[in-house]
Nanobody, 125 residues
Framework: KVQLVETGGGSVQTGGSLTLSCEVS????????MAWFRQVPGKEREGVAM?????????GDSVQGRFTISLDRPIDVITTHLRMNALRPDDTAQYYC?????????????????WGQGTQVTVSS
């Protein structure tokens, strides 16, 4: 069974930085993509950043230039990190890590099969 666990959320002031991490355990195929999404109550889940096993990276327009996604895969686990700089109050959301065993580039939630429980990020002005 594939499991995703996010860590690193918290509260920060405007202009601050946070790094989120997501560790994947369980059976992992060679081809996959991982992404970060965020959601605030009453709104749809928004794709923030994606990285795949070939190294392809995509960012959502609202975070381009401020957020950086990276990937570690030592042996049996995959860990993805999301470094968030220059945080703004509108970055406040529940952040989710997602995984799919496919390589087509996507920041759409429906293209991901496995999800973490989420971690809260709050940015105060």
């Amino acid at each position: 069974k594939v499991q995703l666990v996010e860590t690193g959320g918290g509260s920060v002031q405007t202009g601050g930085s946070l790094t989120l991490s997501c560790e994947v355990s369980g059976y992992i195929y060679n081809n996959y993509k991982m992404a970060w999404f965020r959601q605030v109550p009453g709104k749809e889940r928004e794709g923030v950043a994606m990285i795949d096993s070939d190294g392809t990276i995509m960012y959502g327009d609202s975070v381009q230039g401020r957020f950086t996604i990276s990937l570690d895969r030592p042996i049996d686990v995959i860990t993805t990190h999301l470094r968030m700089n220059a945080l703004r109050p509108d970055d406040t959301a529940q952040y989710y890590c997602a995984l799919d065993f496919s390589l087509w580039e996507s920041l759409k939630a429906e293209d991901y099969t496995h999800w973490g429980q989420g971690t809260q990020v709050t940015v105060s002005s």
